[in-house]
């Protein structure tokens, strides 16, 4: 049996990059290329199963940072899309700061025994897009991990650290 990285041998070059954005929770990160400018990073953090499962996710751009809480449960999940207020020298200088990460250097590691791992933890999602229209992404969780990732991350979470959330979004779960 052919591995999915053989069968894109097959394609013309125009599906190759097409097929690695779609598979980038299967290719190995450094199938990808990083085509330069950055435009936009969403970083999405699934909480799991327990107590109850919400998302949240941070999309950040030159025009806005956004952050949106979804919930399966009406009346436990604090639900919701806010924009948060980011100095905008700040959010260029993420922007400008990713633009120069090389992910091809980053390399997806799968647990022992993936993907029948146990599931149903909860995972973190990093989505760079760029000016010229690519993709690339992580998923992180269920034991998997990226070498060489921190170079991506790091400004990612530090940026993040530093937002203040508007009142009414900083606490995932309903009072009641």
Same mark, same amino acid.
Request: aromatic share 10%; with cysteine.
């Given at each position: ?48 199963? &327990?107590?109850?499962?919400? $998302? !949240? ?9 956004? =952050? /949106?809480?979804?919930?399966? @449960? ?44 146990? &599931?149903?933890?909860?995972? $973190? !999602? ?9 993709? =690339? /992404?992580?998923?992180?969780? @269920? ?34």
């Amino acid at each position: 049996m052919k591995s999915k990285a053989a069968h894109l041998l097959l394609l013309p070059p125009a599906a190759i990059l097409c097929a690695c954005l779609s598979w980038s929770a299967i290719a190995p990160a450094p199938f990808f290329y990083c085509p330069g400018t950055v435009v936009q990073v969403t970083y999405t953090d699934y909480s799991g199963t &327990i107590p109850e499962p919400f $998302t !949240e996710r941070y999309t950040i751009t030159l025009d806005e940072v956004r =952050f /949106e809480r979804l919930g399966h @449960e009406e009346d436990l999940v604090n639900r919701g899309v806010w924009v948060v207020a980011a100095s905008p020298a700040e959010v260029r200088d993420l922007l400008d700061g990713l633009s120069g990460v090389d992910c091809r250097k980053i390399k997806r590691i799968l647990p022992e025994g993936w993907p029948d791992a146990p &599931i149903g933890g909860g995972a $973190t !999602e990093y989505q760079i897009k760029y000016e010229s229209g690519g993709l =690339f /992404e992580m998923r992180l969780g @269920e034991g998997v991990t990226y070498e060489n990732a921190l170079t991506l991350t790091d400004p990612i979470r530090d940026f993040l650290r530093a937002l203040q959330l508007p009142l009414e979004a900083r606490g995932p779960y309903l009072d009641h």
